[in-house]
T-cell receptor, first 115, second 111 residues
C-alpha cells in the first residue's frame, strides 16, 4: 500500500517552455502533498505544501508564479514549471500524506532537463 | 539553521557488518522521526520510523535507537548487504506538515 506515482519520470524541454509534472496517490487519499527539489548528492529541499482544494503554501525563496501547484483532488497534485530555464533543471519529487497520519510517501521523482 | 544534523556524510561497510548512521535534533517538540532510503535516480522510500515514547524500534535488519535526553536517534543496519548501498536520510517533524531532513549519508557495502 501507500504508492505514489509521478509522471513523467523524465522530461527534456526547451528554455522558455512550460512543463507539467503529475503526482498521484494510487491507493490512498492524500490530504496533503509536498513538492521537493533535489540537487545531486544533496538533501531534499521543500518547495511547497499543498492541501486538497486550497492554495499551496510555498517555502521562502520559491517563486509561486514560476512553480504553479494545483491539488485538485485527494489523489492528484500537479507542478507546472513555467517559462523553464536551464537553472530549473533538477530532480523533482512529490510526496503524499494520508488522512490522520504523519507518514510521507514519496513518488519516484521526475528528472527535468531544460536545454 | 540545520534542524536535524546527520553523520557521517559517507560510510563504507563490509558485507555482513553493522552500518550506523546518527542524527541529532534541537527542537524538543519533534514527535516523529522517520528514516528514508534513496537509490540513485529514485524517490526516497520510508524505511522505518519511531516516536519518542519508545527507545528502540526494530524491523527486520533495521533498528532505530532513540535517546530523548540526548536528542539523538540512529539507524542501525545489521548484516549489511550490497543491496543496502544507498543514501539514507533521517527526518523529524512535530506536525506532519514540515519535515526537517538530515543532509544524507551515502552508504556503500563492499561485498
Amino acid at each position: 500500500g501507500a504508492v505514489v506515482s509521478q509522471h513523467p519520470s523524465w522530461v527534456i524541454c526547451k528554455s522558455g517552455t512550460s512543463v507539467k509534472i503529475e503526482c498521484r496517490s494510487l491507493d490512498f487519499q492524500a490530504t496533503t502533498m509536498f513538492w521537493y527539489r533535489q540537487f545531486p548528492k544533496q538533501s531534499l529541499m521543500l518547495m511547497a505544501t499543498s492541501n486538497e482544494g486550497s492554495k499551496a503554501t510555498y517555502e521562502q525563496g520559491v517563486e509561486k508564479d514560476k512553480f504553479l501547484i494545483n491539488h485538485a483532488s485527494l489523489t492528484l497534485s500537479t507542478l507546472t514549471v513555467t517559462s523553464a530555464h536551464p537553472e530549473d533543471s533538477s530532480f523533482y519529487i512529490c510526496s503524499a500524506r494520508g488522512i490522520g497520519g504523519y507518514e510521507q510517501y514519496f513518488g519516484p521523482g521526475t528528472r527535468l532537463t531544460v536545454t | 539553521q540545520q534542524q536535524v544534523k546527520q553523520s557521517p556524510q559517507s560510510l563504507i561497510v563490509q558485507k555482513g557488518g553493522i552500518s550506523i548512521i546518527n542524527c541529532a535534533y534541537e527542537n524538543t517538540a519533534f514527535d516523529y522521526f522517520p528514516w528514508y532510503q534513496q537509490f540513485p535516480g529514485k524517490g526516497p522510500a520510508l524505511l522505518i520510523a519511531i516516536r519518542p515514547d519508545v527507545s528502540e524500534k526494530k524491523e527486520g535488519r533495521f533498528t532505530i535507537s532513540f535517546n530523548k535526553s540526548a536528542k539523538q536517534f540512529s539507524l542501525h543496519i545489521m548484516d549489511s548487504q550490497p543491496g543496502d548501498s544507498a543514501t539514507y536520510f533521517c527526518a523529524a517533524t512535530n506536525t506532519g506538515n514540515q519535515f526537517y531532513f538530515g543532509t544524507g549519508t551515502s552508504l556503500t557495502v563492499i561485498p
